[in-house]
């Protein structure tokens, strides 16, 4: 028995030098097709998700596009500023000069078209000095106040630039909106079709926001008013106004720029990206809805398609980006808060980047495909590797195993299969000297033999246990399934070792393995 089990060892370390081998020799080639699919998988982009590339590629334009936003409108907060300070030093010129105050400009039509005629020339070097679509000033007078409502009326001058498409136009046409009607003639400007000669505040809402801040610090009393829709005209716009005070802190009234719809769109377009259509927005937060209508837009150049001015989105979560919809068309995107103003008060501003989902979606399913062709290609190649390898080296493995069992004894070059026959040759060499043939000593044939001829002895009961052993049950295994208790089991051990000759489940299980070999073999 010591010479079975010393065979044992021996086929032990065999065949756990032979798995060894074969690790070892499949870990370079794992690592080959591995680093390839992962190279191939980082040039193409499809290691990253499209969510992941999409909010990557978002984030960067929603930071470029909020920084360019909010210096926009603090540079156009800083030529209102210059502007009112301007304005504010002619009004008390020509108040001086009158030898009047502010407040006797009340229903004096003729002194008020005076002061515009002379803000004018400010005016139009201010509007040509900053990126908007047009500049104003509202004075805190009317030039009737008996008619009804006069309080909502209020003097000043409103000038639109006409090639609002052109966001860098030279000598563009200028039309006056409202202000007095002499001062179109005197300065060569075209009426508009919607002119009036003074403004209501209704429709100027920003007017009162500013008077009631007394605060004269301009610095911290400029403001930035949700898109107004001017009346009986198509385009509608934001503002960005600033207080009017005298030198003792009198209000005067509001003036700064106008920022259309159409201006903002063509002078803030977005960069084209691996998406055709991306459209930024600044609206009003609230709640889940994204007030588009109250704020501007703009967005890469062929983004017709793009259709949220005049809507109002909903907003719901999808994922780490945001879902957008108008009813219409559904958007992809992400966004942040931002102050525009020191005066924002209630006024949630958001300034979101979106794509068209149904762009997103495609990118989606174009990755979806890629990936499952180089599974298909991995796979594929995986199975082809699979069998050369068996080919080159599994094979030369089975048929040296072969030669074995019939008694062969050439040389295989094969490392493992030559150390066994050297090992075979020792045992059958010792034999010899011993002067026993070595077909009757081999311990493990001898055994075998045994083994098969005392098999009818056993009885059902030892059979089954025997049965459940070769199968590779345990004996707390073989007593839960048979519903017997462990000694039983323990018993029928005995039994089935003396009957069979054998002295340990191991030399059973080889023996077993025998004989299912030669059962296979038949």
């Known amino acids: 028995m010591k010479v079975l089990a010393g065979e044992m ?3 032990n370390r065999f065949l756990s030098k032979m798995s060894s081998r074969l690790i070892l020799f499949l870990i370079p080639v794992l690592g080959i097709l591995l680093t ?3 190279v191939f998988l980082n040039i193409t982009g499809l290691i990253w998700s499209v969510e992941s590339k999409t909010e990557t590629l978002l984030n960067a334009y929603l930071s470029d596009y909020s920084l360019k936003v909010k210096e926009y409108f603090d540079g156009v907060a800083a030529q209102s500023i210059r502007f009112s300070r301007n304005v504010s030093t002619l009004i008390e010129s020509e108040l001086e000069a009158k030898g009047i105050s502010f407040s006797n400009l009340n229903d004096d039509p003729k002194g008020i078209a005076e002061l515009e005629n002379k803000v004018y020339g400010i005016a139009e070097q201010s509007l040509y000095g900053v990126s908007a679509s047009g500049v104003f000033f509202i004075l805190d007078v009317t030039a009737n106040t008996k008619i009804e409502n006069a309080e909502l009326n209020k003097s000043g001058m409103h000038i639109k630039i006409g090639s609002v498409n052109n966001p860098n136009p030279i000598n563009p046409p200028l039309y006056l909106f409202r202000g007095a009607a002499e001062l179109a003639w005197q300065h060569e400007i075209i009426h508009h079709n919607h002119w009036k000669p003074e403004f209501s505040t209704k429709e100027y809402d920003f007017f009162d926001i500013i008077k009631e801040n007394s605060d004269e610090n ?10 107004i829709d001017l009346p009986l005209t198509w385009d ?6 600033v207080p009017i005070y005298g030198s003792d802190g009198e209000f005067f009234g509001v003036c700064g720029f106008e920022i259309s719809k159409v201006f903002f769109m063509h002078a803030h377009t977005l960069s084209a990206s691996e998406f055709s259509n991306i459209s930024g927005l600044l609206s009003l937060r609230e709640e889940d809805k994204l007030r588009s209508d109250k704020g501007l837009e703009s967005g890469a150049y062929g983004r017709q398609s793009v259709s949220v001015s005049d809507s109002i989105l909903l907003a719901k979560p999808k994922g780490v980006l945001t879902s957008y919809s108008d009813g219409l068309d559904n958007f992809i995107g992400i966004g942040e808060k931002i102050q525009l103003s020191p005066l924002d008060g209630d006024n949630k501003w ?6 068209l989902e149904s762009e997103y979606n495609a990118q989606t399913r174009d990755q ?3 990936i499952y062709l180089l599974l298909v290609l991995v796979t594929a190649v995986s199975v082809l590797a699979s069998i050369l390898l068996s080919i080159r080296y599994v094979q030369p493995i089975t048929a040296g195993l072969a030669m074995i069992r019939k008694g062969g004894t050439e040389r ?19 034999r010899e000297k011993k002067g026993i043939k070595v077909e009757e000593s081999s311990p493990v044939v001898a055994n075998y033999s045994s083994f098969m001829s005392s098999l009818d002895t056993l009885t059902s009961r030892e059979r089954e246990v025997f049965d459940c052993y070769i199968e590779g049950m345990t004996a707390m295994e073989i007593a839960d399934q048979r519903n017997i208790s462990l000694s039983t089991v323990k018993f029928h051990n005995r039994n ?4 069979l000759n054998i002295g340990s489940r191991a030399e059973l299980l080889l023996l077993a393995s025998m004989m299912q070999n030669a059962e296979i073999q038949e």
Request: hydrophobic fraction near 55%.
């Open 218 to 227: 301009l610095v911290k009393n400029w403001y930035v008013s949700p898109v």
């Open 368 to 370: 979806r495909l890629l």
């Open 36 to 38: 390839a699919v992962f």
């Open 496 to 499: 089935i070792y003396t009957k």
């Open 236 to 241: 509608d716009a934001a503002f960005v106004a």
């Open 9 to 11: 060892l021996t086929k």
């Open 350 to 355: 958001e300034i979101t980047v979106m794509v």
């Open 412 to 430: 295989t070059n094969i490392p493992e299969i030559d150390d066994l026959l050297d090992f075979l040759a020792e045992q059958d060499a010792m």
